[in-house]
């Protein structure tokens, strides 16, 4: 699903982007209402999220030329705080929904769930990642099919397990630290200094899953002084 996150605000733009492309999404940005028009104009995007206070051409403005030249593509407007005006306004010019600022990310991402579902009710949401000939991940169901045995047998995978694949799938390019792992997957605060063993324990057990052989590993691969890589991907068919 590809998502239009219109925002001039560069730190609110930047962290509603690594919260969408976490969470699975593809997302372009605009920084202004002109900006947000000519990508609406040359591309389609499954949902646009959108703030009214823009420069150049303000979002009421881009939400009503949206909504004549692209009827189908739903909209969520994000608004001031207690700014009921502004809601109103959003939604008679065919916004489908609202978050106010400041607002929570969980109740956000919801949101854009529920819209995705009722717009798209036939399109699935899948997230899969497939691991040579061997494995099939759907990140999505938490479940790897060994494609190799006679019935194509299924592990589940726990929902921790499928948040460090995610996040190694989106870091593929490089090796990503027991460190990063547990601020961005557990959630640590940088500067908390924990030291543990549950990135270890956690890479052993997807091991056990993904891996012919546990002790020499192809796809879940240990990168000296550097930690963790996923690599041997093959593309969908």
Known sequence: MKILLVEDEEAIRSGLTDLLVYHGYQVECARDGEEALNKAREQNYELVILDIMLPKIDGFTVCETLRREKPSTPIIMLTAKDAEEDVIAGLSLG??????????????????EAILRRVYPDVATREIILLGAEFEIDLSACEVKDL????????KLTFREADILRYLYRQKHRAVSRDELLIEVWGYRKESGIETRTVDIHIAKLRQKIERDTQA??????????????????ESE
């Open 95 to 112: 916004a489908d929904d609202y978050v106010t600022k400041p607002f929570s990310l969980k109740e956000l991402l919801l949101r854009i």
């Open 148 to 155: 190799c045995s006679p019935e194509n047998a299924v592990a």
């Open 217 to 234: 590993p192809q796809y879940l691969v240990t990168i000296r002084s550097k930690g963790y890589q996923l690599q041997g991907f093959r």
